[in-house]
């Protein structure tokens, strides 16, 4: 039988992040007086990974780094302490045209345009009601942790 690449289980089994994101995240461990090194190792990421762009982590797998993580610190809002080391060279080029955008719907849009590079766990949408704007997640093909719910959106 032929692999159908287009298949919810086979998305969720290929979303991946931007391995820039655990460079925030073992900065938070830091701070908090907690061995990132270990806590990585321990759910088989590699410590610091580099924070090259072409460097991805599995979503399934941020999600086990995350739940060490909370386990480690005793902290269920870790996410929120990760936005706060989040800088915009851990997302590249993109991250430099996002601190480029002129206005923060500009910014809205180029994230909405280019999310893809940061995670296919979802897709982003900015949504325009009247004078109001807001980013949505939708089309998730696998779970999302509330810790990266966290710190994304903490760090918009």
Same mark, same amino acid.
């Given at each position: 039988?032929?692999?159908?690449?287009?298949?919810?289980? =086979?998305?969720?089994?290929?979303?991946?992040?931007?391995?820039?994101?655990? @460079?925030?995240?073992?900065? =938070?461990?830091?701070?908090?007086? *907690?061995?990132?090194?270990?806590?990585?190792?321990? *759910?088989? $990421?590699?410590?610091?990974?580099?924070?090259?762009?072409?460097?991805? +982590?599995?979503? =399934?797998?941020?999600?086990?780094?995350?739940?060490?993580?909370?386990?480690?610190?005793?902290?269920?809002?870790?996410?929120?302490? $990760?936005?706060?080391?989040?800088?915009?060279?851990? +997302?590249?080029?993109?991250?430099?045209?996002?601190?480029?955008?002129? @206005?923060?719907?500009?910014?809205?849009?180029?994230?909405?345009?280019?999310?893809?590079?940061?995670?296919?766990? =979802? @897709?982003?949408? *900015?949504?325009?009601? !009247?004078?109001?704007?807001? +980013?949505? !997640?939708?089309?998730?093909?696998?779970? *999302?942790? !509330?810790? @990266?719910?966290?710190?994304? $959106?903490?760090?918009?």
């Amino acid at each position: 039988m032929k692999s159908d690449r287009h298949s919810p289980l =086979a998305a969720a089994q290929e979303a991946t992040t931007i391995g820039g994101y655990c @460079t925030a995240i073992a900065k =938070a461990l830091d701070a908090r007086g *907690v061995d990132s090194d270990r806590i990585f190792r321990s *759910v088989g $990421v590699q410590p610091h990974m580099a924070n090259g762009p072409m460097v991805r +982590l599995p979503a =399934a797998t941020l999600t086990r780094l995350y739940r060490a993580c909370v386990d480690a610190t005793n902290n269920p809002y870790f996410g929120l302490s $990760v936005a706060r080391h989040i800088h915009i060279s851990n +997302l590249h080029a993109l991250g430099y045209a996002l601190a480029a955008s002129s @206005t923060l719907l500009d910014f809205c849009r180029r994230l909405e345009r280019h999310f893809r590079l940061v995670s296919q766990a =979802a @897709t982003l949408r *900015v949504i325009e009601a !009247g004078n109001r704007i807001a +980013l949505r !997640g939708t089309d998730f093909n696998i779970e *999302v942790s !509330g810790e @990266t719910e966290d710190a994304f $959106v903490s760090w918009c």
